[in-house]
């Protein structure tokens, strides 16, 4: 809809890769819950994983749209890990107070 809406050329295209994208940037963080048997161990490889698809997609960004690579890669990262921090803090006081067990 965004591509339709800016005018861009084949807007199912670019739905049909985004939800591609999607699909394996969600595979690639839930694969180390499947991999480790430690729960710290699996969410350190996690939050590096999307640390390194925030870098790949910042680079890709810099490149083509021309962004300077570093503030840019700085505010992705910051905004994700604030979210990832903001809904362990919801699960955990959730837990805490309703005494939930997943």
Do not use: N
């Amino acid at each position: 809809m965004s591509t339709k809406t800016e005018g861009g050329e084949r807007p199912w295209q670019s739905a049909y890769s985004t939800g591609i994208a999607y699909v394996f940037a969600v595979i690639l963080l839930v694969a180390p819950f499947f991999i480790f048997s430690s729960a710290f161990a699996a969410i350190a490889a996690t939050i590096g994983i999307a640390l390194l698809i925030i870098l790949f997609f910042t680079f890709y960004l810099a490149v083509v749209k021309d962004y300077t690579f570093s503030s840019r890669f700085l505010e992705m990262a910051a905004i994700s890990l604030g979210v990832a921090v903001i809904s362990f803090g919801i699960g955990f006081v959730v837990r805490r107070f309703f005494g939930l067990e997943i």
